[in-house]
């Protein structure tokens, strides 16, 4: 069993940064972060396979967000610059038993409680 715990939101200006962590207990083979804002479906936004570090992200973000993990603090982090008001949402650290990189909420076997990030002049 994986326990994942994210900490990181908050409240930031159009254009600004943020940077979400993650921390894992549990083995990980790929994790993702992926974020819901209300009346919406979750949407993968990264994701990244542990062993190597190859990452995907979806076409919105690419180029502004950037997952990483370190692999002794078993952590996942999602910087996030250039943020947008329209990706005002609950964002969630997820998990799942395959090496393959999924963008698929479904595919996913663990997930944080989310934390919420709140772009807003």
């Known amino acids: 069993q994986v326990q994942l715990v994210e900490s990181g939101g908050g409240l930031v200006q159009p254009g600004e940064s943020l940077r979400l962590s993650c921390v894992a207990s549990g083995r990980i083979l790929t994790a993702g972060w992926f974020r819901q804002a209300p009346g919406k479906e979750r949407e993968c936004v990264a994701g990244?396979?542990?062993?190597?570090?190859?990452?995907v992200y979806s076409d919105s973000v690419r180029g502004r967000f950037t997952i990483s993990r370190e692999y002794a603090a078993s952590s996942v982090y999602l910087q996030m610059n250039n943020l947008r008001p329209e990706e005002t949402a609950i964002y969630y650290c997820?998990?799942?038993?395959?090496?393959?990189?999924?963008?698929?909420?479904?595919?996913?076997?663990?997930w944080g409680q989310g934390t919420q990030v709140t772009v807003s002049s």
């Open positions: 997820a998990a799942r038993d395959d090496y393959i990189i999924s963008q698929m909420a479904y595919d996913y076997n663990y």
């Open positions: 990244i396979r542990w062993r190597d570090g190859t990452t």
